[in-house]
């Protein structure tokens, strides 16, 4: 019986947490990934400058200032195979940066002033180490590509998440502004998620529901620029 998500979003994280268990297995335990709970997946580009300059548009992996991983899939993809691929190539990502952030080596940020916090360069050959394992192609290791060997090893896997939601509001619309993408908030007290449309966080923030939670009634953090320049003190 498959499941049936009715947004990619609800798709991305459950493909998020399964793909998280079985990167660790296929890895040997040998590298260590960053929790779930730090990580934040998303279908989006980071910036609003990338949905308007690119056609074919790459998932990146972003580093918040707080420490928190940011992954925004591509909404061009429409292959489910291809979206475990990237999903995953970012956990290896997310891996390397952590590593880097906690062994205090040289980290060079490229600050993105159309996105909280910072794209963080993570060396490939590091990130090719692990996705090796995944039955990616690692021969270029700047560009991993997906191949039939990757698609052998997860298809399964993917088809178990029931069909990828193809929401149309995703799709490029020539740079114009995407009003229907969602976007994440954290209560720093428990760790609620709620996803939420620009239109309404316009409106109002919304405020973490857990009664007995520290934080009950106060604002959910938001590392989405749009609601920081709006909120300045939402972070
Ligand atoms: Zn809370």
Not at 10 to 30: F, M, R, S, V
Not at 47 to 63: C, F, I, L, N, Y
Not at 64 to 75: A, E, K, M, V
Request: charged share 20%.
């Amino acid at each position: 019986m498959d499941k049936i998500h009715t947004t990619s979003q609800a798709w991305l994280e459950d493909a998020l947490h399964q793909a998280h268990d079985k990167i660790g297995l296929l890895t040997g335990g040998q590298f260590a990934f960053p929790k779930l709970e730090d990580i934040d997946i998303t279908c989006g580009f980071p910036t609003t400058k990338a949905r308007s300059v690119e056609k074919k548009g790459k998932s990146s992996h972003d580093w918040s200032l707080q420490g928190g991983h940011i992954i925004s899939i591509s909404p061009t993809l429409v292959d489910p195979v291809q979206v475990m691929f990237e999903v995953v190539v970012s956990l290896a990502k997310s891996s390397v940066a952590m590593h880097m952030v906690a062994n205090n080596k040289k980290v060079t940020h490229i600050p993105n002033p159309d996105h909280y916090g910072s794209h963080l360069t993570v060396n490939c050959r590091e990130v090719a180490r692990i996705i090796r394992f995944i039955g990616a192609d690692t021969s270029k290791p700047s560009q991993p590509t997906m191949n039939s060997h990757f698609r052998d090893i997860w298809a399964d896997l993917v088809a178990s998440f029931g069909a990828y939601p193809n929401d149309k509001s995703h799709q490029l619309k020539g740079g114009k502004k995407d009003t229907t993408r969602l976007v994440v908030g954290t209560c720093k007290g428990c760790g609620y998620k709620s996803y939420t449309v620009m239109t309404h966080l316009a409106r109002a923030l919304l405020v973490c529901p857990v009664t007995n939670c520290s934080r009950h009634g106060m604002s959910f953090s938001y590392t989405d620029s749009r609601v920081v320049n709006l909120y300045p003190n939402s972070q």
